[in-house]
């Protein structure tokens, strides 16, 4: 089994990708061979099991917004994998992922998201889904289960270069008619997965490094501007401790108020 792993170093944010590549190499899918497709303007060398792609800087929101755009416009180099996984590339990695931890199966659509269990706790009514009925990320404040974040995506290669295709044709004419959704390429992706059975994770796959809890997260999310202003990946989880027994509580407040939920969907079922 060939996995893809999906990777933008545009600019200054390949500096976080020494980092990323060490605790993939690592800790991710070592029941599994990796391939690494590295979206970026550089012409720094990598190692062999990295296939570098050239991508403009297309500026700032940009590079965002138009990622889906450039996966699908590399789909042939693409369709090697078996599967393909975006990470966002202030990623690292804190402990074994196997591939059966992230690998969605047949009745959850061979495609995965990451969702905050933040979010799990909220009425969908308060999710950032975009509002405005005349983009075609579009959702109403009575649709909606789940809010999923653009940091981890990702499913057997067909049906995630599908993701990718549609998601891309939106963006195009959203912009044409000067309609950009409101989190980028996060709401195309929301209004795609919505109402589809897919493979769903929580935090532990993908935890800001601001959150407390989970206490064991697997993949930790940096603060990039903390990032840019440090000596790199030992600065991970660094905290600011006057204001940290403050957001202690409200992590351990919303994280007990997740587990309840879920406790209560259990026995329910």
């Avoid at 170093?9 to 500096?15: N, P």
């Avoid at 012409?43 to 450039?70: A, H, I, W």
């Avoid at 591939?99 to 308060?126: D, F, M, N, R, V």
């Avoid at 997965?193 to 935090?203: P, R, S, Y």
Wanted: charge should be positive; hydrophobic fraction near 40%.
């Amino acid at each position: 089994m060939k996995i893809g792993i999906l990777y933008i170093g545009i600019g200054k944010y390949l500096s976080l990708w020494d980092d990323f590549y060490k605790t993939s190499q690592k800790y991710l899918f070592p029941d599994a061979e990796k391939v690494y497709f590295v979206f970026t303007d550089s012409d720094d060398f990598f190692p062999e099991s990295v296939v570098k792609l050239y991508q403009k800087d297309l500026g700032g929101r940009n590079n965002t917004l138009y990622r889906f755009k450039m996966f699908y416009e590399h789909r042939t180099a693409l369709s090697q994998c078996d599967y393909l996984f975006f990470f966002n590339g202030d990623v690292v990695f804190k402990r074994t992922i196997l591939s059966k931890e992230l690998i969605p199966c047949e009745s959850e659509g061979y495609l995965l998201a990451l969702s905050w269990h933040i979010y799990q706790i909220k009425s969908p009514k308060k999710f950032p889904y975009d509002r405005n009925p005349n983009s075609l990320a579009y959702i109403s404040y009575d649709e909606g289960v789940y809010y999923f974040q653009g940091g981890l995506n990702g499913g057997r290669t067909k049906e995630y270069l599908e993701l990718a295709e549609q998601c891309m044709i939106a963006v195009d004419i959203d912009v044409e008619k000067n309609n950009i959704a409101a989190v980028a390429d996060e709401s195309y992706l929301n209004r795609y997965l919505l109402n589809k059975k897919i493979k769903i994770v929580d935090t532990i796959y993908g935890k800001p490094e601001k959150f407390f809890f989970p206490i064991h997260a697997k993949i930790i999310f940096r603060d990039k501007g903390t990032f840019f202003h440090s000596k790199g990946i030992e600065h991970v989880g660094c905290i600011n401790y006057k204001p940290a027994l403050l957001r202690f509580f409200i992590d351990l407040s919303k994280y007990l108020r997740y587990f309840h939920k879920k406790c209560l969907l259990f026995f329910h079922d």
